[in-house]
């Protein structure tokens, strides 16, 4: 069955970055594509970027865009998301989640979560 | 971006009761294609969001035939025939039609 294992996350100051990685098992991962999905304490979730299976296709939500760079090795079976420039209202339980359809979104790993703060 | 706009915000139901959760869509949500992309997730404290709905009415593998989706263009629903304990938590509508895919704010339900 699928799994998704995000890693990564933890304590950040303004401005720092971290790599976030999630692993991949129980389906032909470079078939899929893959999103990074984050939900900020008490709100609802908030898309933040997606990447096709060859890494041809890739999109940021405006808010991460020129900071944060989606990636994927599919010799690793592993999706990463490096987050430069961090900021506080970019502390959030970040999720990876997939699905064959990819706007269906039906498969979601158990998040990791980043605290930006001084 | 396309608004997402549930109500209510939250709900209280007795035990056995129906419940309904309403989402609405800023644009028509029909894709291309003629699929549209509205899924419904529930989100426990401390949990992952799972999916329920997708694409409108398709249920879930392991979803309870108590909850149902319907709708059409911009205005969908979540029904949940006879409320039971685990269904309390937050109920999500999502559109993955138009980029940004976006949630809506949730709809909290608690047993009354």
């Known amino acids: 069955q699928v799994q998704l294992v995000e890693s990564g996350g933890g304590l950040v100051k303004p401005g720092g970055c971290l790599r976030l990685?999630?692993?991949?098992?129980?389906?032909?991962?470079?078939?899929?594509?893959m999103n990074w999905v984050r939900q900020a304490p008490g709100k609802g979730p908030e898309w933040v970027s997606y990447?096709?299976?060859?890494?041809?296709?890739?999109n940021y939500a405006d808010s991460v865009r020129g900071r944060f760079t989606i990636s994927r090795d599919n010799g690793k079976n592993s999706l990463y998301l490096q987050m430069n420039s961090l900021r506080a209202e970019d502390t959030a339980v970040y999720y990876c989640?997939?699905?064959?359809?990819?706007?269906?979104?039906?498969?979601w790993g158990q998040g990791t979560l980043v605290t930006v703060s001084t | 971006d396309v608004v997402m706009t549930q109500s209510p915000l939250s709900l209280s139901v007795t035990l056995g009761q129906p419940a309904s959760i309403s989402c609405r869509s800023s644009?028509?949500?029909?894709?291309?294609?003629?699929?549209?992309?509205l899924n419904w997730f529930h989100q426990r404290p401390g949990q992952s969001p799972r999916r329920l709905i997708y694409?409108?009415?398709n249920r879930d593998s392991g979803v309870p035939d108590r909850f149902s989706g319907s709708g059409s263009g911009t205005d969908f629903t979540l029904k949940i025939s006879r409320v039971e304990a685990e269904d309390v938590g937050v109920y999500y509508c999502?559109?993955?039609?138009?980029?940004?895919?976006?949630f809506g704010q949730g709809t909290k339900v608690e047993i009354k």
């Open positions: 990447i096709s299976g060859s890494s041809s296709d890739i």
């Open positions: 694409r409108v009415s």
């Open positions: 989640a997939t699905d064959p359809q990819p706007r269906d979104l039906g498969y």
């Open positions: 990685s999630c692993a991949a098992s129980g389906f032909t991962f470079s078939d899929y594509y």
């Open positions: 644009q028509s949500l029909v894709y291309s294609t003629g699929d549209i992309f």
């Open positions: 999502m559109q993955g039609t138009h980029w940004l895919w976006t």
